[in-house]
């Protein structure tokens, strides 16, 4: 288990640029979470994956944010047009949805985020 | 989803157990409770989980009561490195991945 890679850890960018991080989750998890966290706060909520399907965003996503799963390995978040607003760290989490009746539990495995600065 | 309320912050010394309480009145018969412990410049990393009664893993001890609407995470013996933040999340067995995370406790654990 080699955990959850995220990449870069930081990332500086002008206002208005694009900016486009990268997760790796645990190779066998098929869901993919996409958090995002200020500073004193909890992580928030942005979207999930289920293998390659998007199932769900937060209302937090605005029309400015992006983000894939090809294949149902890697995903990429995008976000477009970068605001001061959106410097946070980017946190990617994944688990192993197990079968439905199943005992076992598939708590979340976080990476290390990307922190993100908006100058 | 189910609101939970842990205290903002707790101090301890180096040797002590430590007891963190978190409420979740609302909590519904399929939630499970995950704690977290995040670390500056870390994720957060899955610490326990339980869903009624008492679990135990070399990490930390989680207590249930029946009625479900608390539960408190047991950490013996902490050392400095103990020194985090801690969230309490009710949800479904993933964890409650949309529940909102709160500010979590602030653990401070003095020499």
């Known amino acids: 288990d080699t955990g959850v890679s995220q990449d870069p850890r930081h990332k500086i960018t002008k206002r208005g640029q694009n900016v486009t991080f990268r997760c790796d989750p645990i190779s066998e998890h098929n869901r993919l979470y996409w958090y995002r966290q200020t500073l004193g706060q909890g992580p928030e909520f942005l979207t999930y994956f289920q293998n390659e399907a998007q199932l769900e965003k937060s209302r937090l996503l605005s029309d400015r944010f992006s983000a894939e799963r090809p294949k149902g390995s890697f995903s990429t978040l995008e976000i477009q047009r970068t605001e001061q607003g959106d410097s946070a760290m980017y946190l990617c989490?994944?688990?192993?949805?197990?079968?439905?009746?199943?005992?076992?539990?598939?708590?979340?495995?976080f990476g290390n985020g990307t922190r993100l600065t908006v100058t | 989803l189910a609101k939970t309320t842990q205290p903002i912050s707790m101090d301890s010394y180096e040797g002590q157990e430590v007891n963190i309480t978190c409420s979740h009145n609302n909590i519904a018969t399929n939630d499970y409770i995950t704690w977290y412990q995040q670390f500056p410049s870390q994720g957060p990393r899955f610490i326990i989980q339980?869903?009624?009664t008492k679990v135990t893993n070399e990490v930390a001890s989680l207590f249930i009561p029946a009625d479900r609407k608390s539960s408190t995470l047991s950490l013996p013996r902490v050392s400095l490195s103990d020194t985090a933040v801690y969230y309490c999340l009710v949800g479904d067995r993933t964890g409650g991945f949309k529940t909102i995370f709160g500010a979590g406790t602030r653990l401070f654990v003095k020499a």
């Open positions: 989490a994944s688990s192993l949805n197990a079968p439905a009746g199943a005992r076992s539990n598939s708590p979340l495995h």
């Open positions: 339980g869903y009624k």
